[in-house]
């Protein structure tokens, strides 16, 4: 199995587990925040998303699917138009609602095929490519996508923990 197929096999993960927490949740779910330091699903599947779209087109040279196909203007958001999430209060938290989770799984699926498609398109040797000279050491593009998958399984894995305990409340 070579690289790639591994990291697609990884993102195709992240795909699953957005749509396994999403399905069937209503606005009051998505935006449910058992205190005000806690994230909601909505944001946390936003987030994993933004951060997904953000790394993958800067380390590719692509455009954001969040700019180039209109999701910025979807989601309406009171938000910087690049805004990923990071570093974000619970005001800010707060300020990222959606009307109902296809809106959330729409922009994961732009993302996600997106992704697939640069993923397709990797060498072996493209994975030693430095994207970030900001680090020691610099950020090599297999790094890259190793802290991102890493990164958007935790967010899914929280979003799914907080789903759960969701669900256990209203039983």
Known sequence: MHAKDILIDG????????????????????????ATDVNSVAWLVWHLTRV????????????????TQDWEK????????HDTGYGHTPAKVA??????????????????????????????????RVVDVRWDPPVTLGVRL???LSDDLQHAGQAAYLRGLLQSADA
């Open 11 to 34: 993102f195709s993960r992240i795909q699953d587990e957005v749509h396994a927490v999403v399905e069937g949740l209503g606005p009051d779910d998505l935006h449910a925040r058992p």
């Open 52 to 67: 997904q779209d953000d790394h993958i087109a800067d380390a590719f040279g692509l455009d954001q699917v969040w700019l």
């Open 74 to 81: 979807r989601f309406g958001l009171d938000l910087p138009r």
């Open 95 to 128: 300020k990222v609602r959606v009307p109902d989770g296809g809106l959330l799984t729409g922009y994961y699926d732009a993302v996600h095929t997106q992704s697939l498609t640069a993923l397709r398109g990797l060498a072996a040797a493209d994975l030693e």
């Open 146 to 148: 190793v802290s991102v």
